[in-house]
């Protein structure tokens, strides 16, 4: 009898799993789509990628503040949603693959002849103001830009050029957008007990979007992976509703420089002296070497909850600790005197910022686990 009932225990145990991350998989892909181009502002990727997480609020059952998800605000941005080709000493370029535009560039059309400045630099001009700087680097690491320079910058892997460069011809149209409009949506469980007391969980949703027609950033683990847990949990406690409420919030932005947050925290739909606690996720995909807590050495006694727990039950490998950073949308909370957390996975695949990062290398390897930590310790409140 025992047997059996341990076995039953296994099997129920096996399938709540497998469907948490059968709906983790569903949500990662489709934001990981190329109907969202990277959730970024070429062809509205990001607010495309908004109605589709509000469509996901509404079908689990969230409460909006007053009469939508939506928070809406604007930022400056600029875009490359045109042409994006570079030919180095003859050879037509891969954008994402072998190169990338610095994002802060202006539109350039030309052929220039390069000037060795050092090993990995090069410039189209040997004086010190030159319109064009090519940088051999390691890697490929994009990001956002809501400004634009008078400089030109543009980075080639070095591994894909191991001789120096002679000639480069460059015809890319940059577009910059005074005032993107964006949002950031919100919704929540109702407590039982205290429900104007709130638990809250983050998780932006935006990444960097597309560079030229071809190379677009999937961002699988930065963020689709936070925000899959985000709806992963709001599910569990849709049918589970805690004693306090818990808010889910979905941040626009956060490449950008933690805008969405920033203006959240500006602009709460519910006082921040209402919130218990706030635990922002990002990165949330794989989970080999444990989980990495930022803000553990401010707020000790959680933190020693938080890892209690996992030393109970034997979640994750690891809790690693660190200080205050600002490092992600936590921080805004943060300095507005709301107790939070950043958390997010580390170890498995390398892909950051770049044209790999993708869904279907995603490991989850420990997205159950992490998912499970989260319940237990908001259970703690």
């Keep these: 009898m025992k047997i059996t009932i341990t076995f039953f225990f296994s099997v129920l145990l096996l399938t709540c799993h497998s469907q ?20 970024g502002y070429v062809k509205n990727g990001v607010n495309k990628a908004a109605g589709y997480i509000a469509g996901e609020m509404k079908s689990i059952g969230l409460q909006s503040f007053g009469n939508t998800y939506e928070q809406a605000y604007s930022f400056p941005v600029n875009t490359y949603p045109g042409k994006m080709a570079v030919t180095v000493d003859g050879r037509l370029l891969r954008p994402g693959k072998h190169y990338l535009v610095e994002p802060s560039a202006h539109s350039l059309k030309g052929t220039y002849t390069l000037v060795k400045r050092d090993s990995m630099t090069y410039a189209n001009d040997a004086g010190n103001k030159p319109s064009l700087i090519v940088k051999k680097k390691k890697k490929l690491t994009y990001t ?51 429900p104007d007391s709130f638990l809250v969980f983050t998780a932006h949703y935006d990444h960097l979007g597309a560079m030229g027609k071809e190379a677009w950033f999937p961002g699988a683990n930065d963020n689709a992976s936070g925000v899959s847990v985000l709806l992963n949990l709001a599910k569990y406690y849709a049918t589970h509703p805690p004693r306090y409420s818990v808010a889910f919030i979905f941040f626009s932005g956060e490449e950008a420089g933690l805008l969405g947050s920033r203006y959240y925290s500006l602009h709460p739909l519910f006082p921040l002296s209402t919130i218990k606690f706030l635990t922002n996720l990002d990165l949330l995909g794989t989970g080999d070497d444990g989980i990495m807590v930022v803000n553990a050495t401010v707020f000790k006694s959680q933190f020693e909850r938080l890892n209690s727990l996992n030393t109970e039950k034997h979640y994750v490998r690891q809790i690693k600790q660190r ?10 909370f943060t300095e507005k005197g709301v107790p939070s957390f950043f958390i997010y996975t580390m170890g498995g695949i390398q892909a950051y910022h770049d044209i790999y990062d993708v869904e279907k290398t995603l490991p989850l390897t420990k997205y159950v686990e992490v998912c499970n930590l989260l319940i237990d310790f908001i259970a703690t409140f």
């Excluded at 948490?20 to 959730?39: P, W």
């Excluded at 200080?323 to 805004?332: L, V």
């Design 20 to 39: 948490d991350t059968a709906y983790a998989r569903q949500v990662i892909k489709q934001l990981c789509s190329k109907e969202f181009l990277g959730r």
């Design 144 to 194: 956002v830009s809501t400004d634009v320079s008078d400089e030109t910058l543009i980075e080639l892997l070095a591994d894909s050029f191991p001789g120096d460069l002679k000639v480069i011809s460059v015809n890319f149209e940059a577009k910059f957008i005074p005032e993107f409009k964006c949002k950031n949506l919100a919704g929540y469980i109702k407590g039982t007990e205290q």
């Design 323 to 332: 200080g205050k950073a600002a490092n992600s949308d936590h921080y805004w």
